[in-house]
Structures are given as structure tokens and as C-alpha cells.
């Protein structure tokens, strides 16, 4: 069984140490700083002490999977909390939860981009004010394959607006920016060769496509509200397939912008739920599901694996 300080030692030599950037000049002229959402802050709480040592975060968009992911790393890596179970550090919000074994972070993110952006900007000031240097991020999650078998995971090569093109759109101050939305290669690459080592599911790199809506703003039939045909649905899809979109999903988009703009080195790996050129509703077995949504723990628990030298 690995100590915590062994893990340490192994994660400290994985890789030239690259300091966190925070494009932001009026941190500095803060004396405090409350990260609301997560019911955590400068004042209260000694951040180098909590998490100087994170290496790796994983993010996902329920609470639940995000515990079961910490726990899974948790054993991967021989990581003991004394017998006790791992609690949620943000326990004093219902917002998001989080949970820590050794070098690696787990937060929740909610659904969509709203949602995960008041996260990622916490969670970038949390990792700035602990200190910590040569972070990897992976979002983990479920998406809606486009060509390709249900169970089937993605890594993300590029994120693309519902145009298909590789950018994310802010609007600060009444202006829109644009910014980019492209992924770590070679991380994605490191993904890659993890899953041929695994050998356990398919697993391809293509685009992904992140929207701002589950149903009409993915080409659903069954929301509420539909004002297109089925012919032009099934058009709109097999053009997002031509421009090498191969999920999509909501969240992708402003974690690449995010990460890009921060120096952090991430990656999406998603499950594909069901294939969106044959259907809308996922009705899958929940065991089904259940086993399909622990494809993206397992790679990215293989590449940490390697990363920290453990088998």
C-alpha cells in the first residue's frame, strides 16, 4: 500500500514543473479572497496546506460520480485515508462537491457552461493560491455520439460551437471575444495510448460539439419545443459528423477556453451515451449505463497512473 508521501514524490518528478497563470491584475490588490461556491476562502482556510500538493484534477457534472471517481483513484493509486471514507470538502455549499486523495482533486461541475464557468474560475484561484504547479485538468463525462457505438469514448480534439467552429463566445462588457477552444495534443495523444493499453473499449479523438441546450439546441424531436423536420435534423447531424464532430455535449467549450487562457494542461474524455444518427432518447439499461460512465474513470485513472510510475 503507497503512502500519501510516496505518491507525492512520484508526482513531483512526472514532468517539468510549469507554474499556473491567472490572467487577472485585480487578484493581487485583494486582500481576501472568498471562493463562494465552494464555501471556501483566503481568510479561513491554509489552501498550500489543503492542496499544494494537486497534480491532477478531474471534473465531472454530478456530485455522485465525482465521489466515485475519487474513490476508484483513490484505490488505483493505494491511497489510504485511514479506513475512513473521503468527505466533500465543500460540504458547507450544495452548489459543488469535492473530494481529495493524495495528488488528485475531484470536483462536480453541474450542467453546462454557466455552470462549470463559475466552478473553473474558482477552482483555477483555489490552484493559484495553493501554489501548485504542473497541473493536469480532465473533464470527464456523458455525450451523445454522432457515428459512432454506444460506449464508444471520445477524446477531444478541438471544441466547436453548434457552427462547428473551434471557438468559445464571451460577451464582456457588451462585446463579444472569441477564444480558442483547442486541447492539449499531446495529452490527448498520452489518452490514446493509455486506451490501447487497456484494450477494454473504442476510443477515438474528434471534435466535440458543445451547445448551450440539451434538446433543440442539440437537434433533439422529443423537447418540448421542435420547429424543424426530422429530414433537416438528420442533416444538420450528418454535417456535424463531416466537419469531425464525433460527440457532443455542454460543457467543452469553455473548459478548453479556460484552460487555455490559464496555461492549465487539459483534456475531455467522454462516454458516448447513445448514437444520434439513430435516435434521440437513451434507453439503455441503467447497469448498461452504469458500466459505460466508468470508461472515462478508467482511462484517465490508467494515464495517472502512469504518470505517478505505479502499474
Do not use: W
Amino acid at each position: 500500500m503507497a503512502s500519501n508521501d510516496a505518491v507525492q514524490k512520484a508526482a513531483d518528478k512526472s514532468s517539468e514543473e510549469t507554474s499556473l497563470t491567472v490572467p487577472n491584475k485585480h487578484l493581487v490588490e485583494m486582500k481576501e479572497d472568498i471562493l463562494y461556491h465552494f464555501a471556501l476562502g483566503t481568510p479561513t482556510h491554509n489552501f498550500p496546506a489543503l492542496f499544494g500538493d494537486v497534480k491532477f484534477v478531474c471534473v465531472g457534472g454530478s456530485p455522485s460520480r465525482m465521489k466515485t471517481f475519487i474513490t476508484y483513484i483513490a484505490e488505483e493509486l493505494g491511497i489510504n485515508n485511514g479506513g475512513n471514507d473521503f468527505p466533500n470538502i465543500c460540504a458547507g455549499t450544495d452548489r459543488y462537491a469535492m473530494y481529495k486523495a493524495g495528488p488528485v482533486l475531484s470536483v462536480s461541475h453541474g450542467m453546462g457552461i454557466p455552470s462549470i464557468a463559475i466552478m473553473l474560475h474558482e477552482l483555477i484561484k483555489l490552484l493559484y493560491y495553493s501554489k501548485c504547479s504542473n497541473v493536469t485538468i480532465f473533464r470527464i463525462g456523458t455525450s451523445g455520439g454522432i457515428g459512432l457505438a454506444p460506449g464508444s469514448v471520445v477524446v477531444t480534439k478541438q471544441s466547436v460551437d453548434a457552427t462547428f467552429k473551434p471557438q468559445f463566445e464571451q460577451v464582456i462588457l457588451g462585446k463579444t471575444v472569441y477564444r480558442k477552444t483547442d486541447l492539449n495534443n499531446d495529452l490527448a495523444e498520452e489518452l490514446m495510448e493509455c486506451a490501447k493499453e487497456l484494450n477494454q473499449f473504442n476510443t477515438v479523438i474528434g471534435n466535440t460539439m458543445c451547445t448551450l441546450d440539451f434538446y433543440e439546441g442539440q437537434a433533439r424531436l422529443d423537447g418540448a419545443i421542435c420547429s424543424y423536420t426530422e429530414e433537416e435534423k438528420m442533416q444538420y447531424l450528418k454535417a456535424a459528423y463531416d466537419a469531425g464532430v464525433r460527440n457532443i455535449e455542454m460543457e467543452s467549450s469553455v473548459f478548453a477556453a479556460m484552460c487555455n487562457l490559464s496555461g492549465l494542461k487539459g483534456a475531455v474524455v467522454c462516454v458516448t451515451l447513445l448514437n444520434r444518427l439513430e435516435g434521440d432518447q437513451i434507453n439503455t439499461p441503467h447497469h448498461v449505463l452504469n458500466e459505460y460512465q466508468k470508461r472515462p474513470q478508467k482511462l484517465v485513472g490508467h494515464l495517472i497512473k502512469k504518470c505517478l510510475g505505479r502499474k
